[in-house]
């Protein structure tokens, strides 16, 4: 594997539009991705308030579809980096969790704890409007405790991306937990 993640950091500044008051810190970081792929993620971070966001620009666009496959098993995994194309789909079979690509679907950058925190909240939101007799409480409940154990990195689990266009990227914490299998009718596709 050639792949590796070079930190080329640069850091430059301007004001906070949230409180005007606070410095925005901008860092560059430029990932080198398993096959070939660099994208560049820009953060940006108030040192005042709690203005942050991200951003990722793919600096290469890797056409090859196919199905990328994170195993988490520890806490450190939950900061892999995940970054899910509209055509994508996401799902992780042990939570029963599966977000379809659509046309509505927006490209979105996150680590697999943003993923996990954002689910927990649409379950638990689901949860209170039940009916509290609902025979689908008790499920529920479950996923719910199954989901904070899997937040605090004491459930293993595997994040599956299936993307036919190519586009998603997972950047693994360990790479030895990350595979990809390139979709068998890639072939005649053109290869850069
Ligand atoms: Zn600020």
């Known amino acids: 594997m050639s792949e590796k993640a070079i930190d080329t950091q640069e850091t430059f500044s301007f004001k906070c539009p949230a409180c005007k008051d606070g410095t925005i810190k901008i860092d560059k970081v430029t990932y080198d991705l398993p096959d070939r792929d660099k994208v560049l993620i820009l953060k940006f971070e108030c040192d005042k308030c709690n203005f942050h966001t991200n951003d990722v620009i793919p600096l290469t666009t890797r056409m090859d579809s196919g199905i ?23 799902e992780i079979p042990e939570l029963e969790l599966i977000v379809e690509p659509g046309p509505s679907a927006k490209f979105y950058y996150t680590n697999v704890e943003g993923i996990l925190v954002r689910f927990e909240r649409a379950v638990s939101i689901y949860k209170n409007s039940l009916d509290e007799n609902d025979p689908q409480i008790q499920e529920i409940s479950d996923l719910l405790k199954d989901l904070e154990c899997a937040i605090n990195g004491k459930f293993k689990f595997t994040l599956k991306i ?20 390139r979709s068998k009718n890639n072939d005649n596709q053109k290869q850069d």
């Open 68 to 90: 990328m496959t994170l195993k988490i098993t520890s806490e450190n995994d939950l900061k892999s980096k995940i970054y899910r194309s509209p055509m994508g789909k996401l």
């Open 162 to 181: 299936t993307d036919p266009e190519g586009g998603s990227y997972i950047i693994p914490e360990n790479k030895a937990n990350y595979s990809f299998e």
